[in-house]
């Protein structure tokens, strides 16, 4: 079982607490080792018991984007099964799409598959509007989950390629923080939560890190930044760091043009990862989402790995 480097952090500063606690209650004639034993398993169960609390899941609405396969889709259907009423944003929600079918069939009276492209700033606020039309009166919007995708590419020969930076700050991160804002209002008044994911590679080469470095710094830096800000607010900030030992290269459409190759596989490079394509098994990435969002005292960062 993986064990939370956060939590571990928690403990190790309770049992310092402790130790101070402890050199007080000598200078009352109670033995330090004594006192200090007792007190850190009294705070450390205390503790555990707070952290497996959980939050009830009525009257409360979660917004996941990026629901069009992988984590999204999986994690949408997940937060149905646990009792949120669920609005699931599909970049495509026509009857040609079957991944927004699949969620319309598999899903409750409470889910709502909704239309959100990231390129098109109208359809966030269309979506902001028809969330506040949805919500029941004693309903509040709980938590905004972005999985709209990873920035990450192993193209050695796009390192250099400026379209795919204009591209990865335009589409992946001022489009993020223009959602985040737009439902910010909504998230203060429910004292709810933010999630954002991002991914961690024990091994990588020096030209496979160039974009992904840049964005996961700034997204990084961005979750730091809102912490900060809606701390007082009620609003929990959390990111779900996915855990990968290796890197795979993506696979590619075979219809891209041979000509000007490099421009075309740097485009279906991002598209194919910002849309988490793939078999690979994500209930484990769906668990972590599912406990930064239903744990009483979320933590501010949470782990799952995960095969790319």
């Not at 269309?126 to 938590?143: H, Y």
């Not at 209002?185 to 933010?194: E, T, V, Y």
């Not at 609003?235 to 760091?241: A, G, S, T």
Request: glycine share 4%; hydrophobic share 40%.
């Amino acid at each position: 079982m993986y064990i939370n480097p956060e939590r571990i952090e928690h403990v190790v500063s309770l049992g310092i607490a402790c130790m101070v606690a402890a050199h007080v209650l000598r200078l009352c004639g109670i033995p330090w080792t004594y006192a200090f034993y007792v007190l850190w398993s009294l705070t450390v169960l205390i503790y555990w018991r707070n952290a497996r609390a959980k939050v009830s899941t009525v009257g409360k609405a979660v917004l996941v984007t990026g629901c069009d396969s992988g984590i999204g889709l999986s994690l949408a259907l997940r937060l149905d099964q646990l009792g949120f009423r669920v609005f699931a944003c599909c970049a495509h929600v026509d009857e040609r799409s079957a991944s927004a079918q699949a969620l319309r069939r598999n899903g409750s009276q409470r889910f709502h598959v909704l239309q959100l492209n990231f390129n098109d700033d109208l359809q966030i606020f269309e979506v902001f509007a028809r969330v506040t039309q949805l919500l029941a009166r004693d309903e509040k919007l709980w938590a905004l989950v972005n999985c709209e995708g990873i920035c990450w590419t192993h193209d050695a020969g796009q390192c250099l390629n400026i379209n795919i930076y204009k591209r990865m700050c335009d589409y992946i991160i001022f489009r993020t923080c223009a959602t985040v804002r737009m439902f910010l209002p909504l998230l203060m008044h429910a004292r709810g939560r933010i999630l954002t994911i991002g991914r961690t590679c024990e091994r990588t080469t020096c030209h496979e890190t160039q974009h992904y470095l840049i964005s996961k710094a700034i997204f990084d830096a961005y979750d730091k930044l809102l912490r900060q800000q809606l701390k007082h607010r009620g609003v929990k900030v959390c990111r779900i760091e996915l855990l990968s030992p290796n890197t795979s290269e993506p696979q590619l459409d075979p219809s891209a043009p041979t000509r000007g190759k490099a421009n075309a596989n740097s485009r279906y490079i991002f598209a194919d990862v910002v849309r988490n394509r793939g078999e690979s098994d994500v209930s484990e990435a769906v668990e972590a989402h599912v406990k930064a969002l239903t744990d009483a005292f979320p933590l501010n960062k949470y782990f799952s790995s995960i095969p790319y």
